[in-house]
């Protein structure tokens, strides 16, 4: 029997982890992660290739489970509950956490039905076209479409259509979006376009960002959490901090050698 | 070893300080130097090398600002930049103490000193000292050392104090010498300024090397008590 998870919370931290391992089969690929993420900012994870920034991201709306084999260890919590737990309903928690990815990936449908589409099956009643609209502003997109609604969203630019996957996960009304380097296939308009964006939506929303951009993470983001692996291969957050402070301070050498690119 | 370019750039910056830092060292022994021996000549050929201190700090400042936008730096080597941006402009306002005691020189004519120099030159080659000391911590980023160094600030103020008083004694015995007296006052109070900014340089190489940034000595306060 699932159980509904609290709504709109008002505690600091929307989401945390804690002691958190992840599984893919034998293999272990995070290890003992302690991360909290607070409410209204932005959240980035940094680290070099393989560290398991993306599998910790996924963790946070039960998207690894979609691999057979997967297992994880320790909690993540989410308004104070357990999403791991069995009560817990995984498709809730993916349109309360929603997710935005590397590759844009509109629905080859309409840029107006994009935007429907999830908001109907999650049996959204209100006025679509309100919906519709609310979502491409949010997105800083609506000026840009807004008379060409009825065209497929694949014929957007590249960093249009990312823009219009923002629109499309805020459709579901969640409350952490998560972003797996959304910009890392955009030109460098586009990218300060996304970043600008994110400033908008933590008023509203709460966001967690992968990036192999460090300066991304620097210009937007107000935590950072440093990732790598161990000696036994496993991803772990190695430091979490203010952004300023890794960017200017870091205490861990390890992050000092990658924030400086003299890692490896 | 990642970003091979970028450390020979930094090295080259470090270089180029160290290269200013001599500059301004020369300006302020000859400076007094020349004063000593009331050469003119000598304090205009300072006037001249000043403005070869303000193009090499202008050309170190190009290198910096185009290291930053080219290189991005983060972290240390941010602070690095950052604060070397600061010593150099400490250096050249050193440089500029150098030039205004050539320029009182060139007032001066033809007038006599009022007194021997015998403690200016100890001002002149203590604060040098401070300087190459400052500097060479800077480089190796020996923070013990940086800490130290702004410490003997206190002996150039104690200097100070007794060019001071010697002056006053002459004023007050003959009252037409406060023109002659005065100028000697400017030229120590040069010197007491020179290494107060040393201690600036000092608060940086501690800030590149552990991030905190604090006043290691408040200068300032220190002198103005023992008016």
């Given amino acids: ?264 | 070893m990642l970003r091979k370019t970028f450390e020979t750039e930094l090295q080259q910056v470090k270089d180029n300080v160290l290269l200013l830092g001599s500059m301004v060292e020369q300006s302020i022994l000859d400076s007094v130097e020349s004063l000593k021996k009331r050469d003119i000549k000598a304090a205009e050929k300072i006037l001249q090398f000043d403005r070869e201190i303000n193009g090499k700090r202008f050309e170190i400042e190009n290198q910096l600002m185009i290291l930053i936008a080219t290189q991005q730096p983060m972290a240390h080597d941010l602070r690095l930049l950052a604060s070397t941006m600061e010593i150099i402009s400490e250096l050249e306002r050193m440089g500029d103490y150098a030039k205004g005691i050539a320029n009182i020189n060139i007032r001066m004519g033809d007038q006599p000193l009022l007194k021997p120099l015998i403690d200016i030159p100890r001002m002149a080659q203590k604060d040098v000292d401070m300087l190459h000391r400052a500097l060479t911590a800077f480089i190796n980023e020996d923070v013990e050392a940086a800490r130290a160094i702004p410490i003997e600030d206190d002996e150039v103020d104690a200097l100070y104090n007794q060019v001071y008083r010697e002056l006053m004694t002459f004023v007050i015995q003959d009252p037409k010498s406060i023109e002659r007296a005065n100028w000697l006052l400017w030229v120590a109070h040069n010197l007491e300024r020179v290494a107060d900014r040393v201690t600036n340089i000092c608060e940086r190489t501690v800030f590149i090397a552990t991030g905190e940034m604090t006043e290691i000595k408040d200068t300032d306060d220190e002198f103005w008590k023992n008016q």
């Fill in chain 1, 1 to 264: 029997m699932t159980q509904p998870i609290p709504q709109n919370g008002t505690s600091k931290f929307v989401l945390e982890a804690r002691s958190l391992g992840i599984y893919y089969g034998n293999f272990r690929a995070v290890i003992g992660v302690h991360l909290p993420v607070e409410r209204n900012k932005i959240t980035a994870i940094i680290g070099p290739s393989g560290c398991g920034k993306s599998t910790l991201l996924r963790a946070f709306n039960r998207m690894n489970e979609l691999f057979a084999g997967t297992r994880i260890e320790g909690e993540i919590n989410f308004e104070g509950q357990n999403l791991y737990d069995p009560s817990v309903d995984p498709v809730e928690v993916r349109y309360r956490i929603g997710m935005v990815f590397q590759k844009p990936n509109p629905f080859p449908k309409s840029i107006y039905e994009n935007i429907a589409w999830g908001a109907r099956i999650h049996g959204f009643k209100g006025n679509m076209d309100d919906l519709v609209e609310s979502c491409l502003r949010q997105s800083a997109l609506w000026d840009e479409v807004k008379d060409k609604l009825k065209q497929s969203g694949l014929a957007l630019s590249g960093g249009q259509q990312q823009r219009l996957c923002i629109a499309r996960a805020l459709a579901v009304q969640p409350e952490v979006i998560l972003m797996d380097e959304p910009a890392s296939a955009l030109d460098p308009i586009a990218t300060l376009k996304i970043e600008e964006l994110m400033q908008e939506l933590k008023k509203n929303y709460t966001i967690v960002i992968v990036t192999h951009n460090m300066q991304q993470a620097a210009r937007a983001s107000d935590y950072t959490a440093m990732m790598m692996i161990n000696d036994e291969r496993a991803g772990t957050v190695i430091e979490f901090d203010e952004t300023n402070r890794i960017f200017t301070n870091p205490k861990d050498k390890r992050t000092e050698d990658y924030v400086t690119g003299r890692f490896g």
